[in-house]
T-cell receptor
Framework: SQKIEQNSEALNIQEGKTATLTCNYT??????LQWYRQDPGRGPVFLLL?????KEKRKERLKVTFDTTLKQSLFHITASQPADSATYLC????????????FGAGTRLFVKA | DADVTQTPRNRITKTGKRIMLECSQT?????MYWYRQDPGLGLRLIYY???????NKGEISDGYSVSRQAQAKFSLSLESAIPNQTALYFC???????????????FGEGSRLTVL
């Protein structure tokens, strides 16, 4: 069956360190992979998209990698801050345009001051 | 004002009642979606619509129906609510891919529904 897996355990890190979140998928061949941030009681907010032919994408303190051989994406937040504390969702977009985007359950990140 | 607005934000109802969740958007997008979020399960697609005349079932459409009243409005109905429909419901919009469009989804703030 098709699955997207994110670490269900919360990630606790110290302020200033790099947070690394993992997204693994099986039985998909996604054209795109997206990362969203969700704060408690709020809707998800788009952060980054990476295409299948891209290995890495950066935006300010964020970096996403995409390994289609390993079927894995890594999401990095460098110089993390307490304000980065949130749940981060990985999403596959097999056909582009937001058509039937499939989401992982998310990983909760806590950054301690 | 929010680009994607959902009403009500919170609703408590009883088993067997009919419930409607409403969504309106000012982004001018043709594509609209209803997702359900449960702890540990992530967001699951209920229905999606590519324009006013196009409605499609998602992964978990049983027990739900939708209506696309206009480009900007997309409503989700539970004809006879049951307790396992207790969840957080999100409406979202998107633009088709093209040019510099990222294919991102724009979400509303959510509607928390509790069925007793």
């Amino acid at each position: 069956s098709q699955k997207i897996e994110q670490n269900s355990e919360a990630l606790n890190i110290q302020e200033g360190k790099t947070a690394t979140l993992t997204c693994n998928y099986t039985n998909y061949s996604p054209a795109y992979l997206q990362w969203y941030r969700q704060d408690p009681g709020r809707g998800p907010v788009f952060l980054l998209l990476i295409r299948e032919n891209e290995k890495e994408k950066r935006k300010e303190r964020l970096k996403v990698t995409f390994d289609t051989t390993l079927k894995q994406s890594l999401f990095h937040i460098t110089a993390s801050q307490p304000a980065d504390s949130a749940t981060y969702l990985c999403a596959l977009d097999p056909r582009g345009g937001g058509f039937k985007t499939i989401f992982g359950a998310g990983t909760r990140l806590f950054v301690k001051a | 004002d929010a680009d994607v607005t959902q009403t009500p934000r919170n609703r408590i109802t009883k088993t067997g009642k009919r419930i409607m969740l409403e969504c309106s958007q000012t982004k001018g997008h043709d594509r609209m979606y209803w997702y359900r979020q449960d702890p540990g399960l992530g967001l699951r697609l209920i229905y999606y619509s590519f324009d006013v005349k196009d409605i499609n079932k998602g992964e978990i459409s049983d027990g739900y129906s939708v209506s696309r009243q206009a480009q900007a409005k997309f409503s989700l109905s539970l004809e006879s609510a049951i307790p396992n429909q207790t969840a957080l419901y999100f409406c979202a919009t998107s633009d088709p891919m093209g040019g510099l469009a990222s294919g991102e989804l724009f979400f509303g703030e959510g509607s928390r529904l509790t069925v007793l």
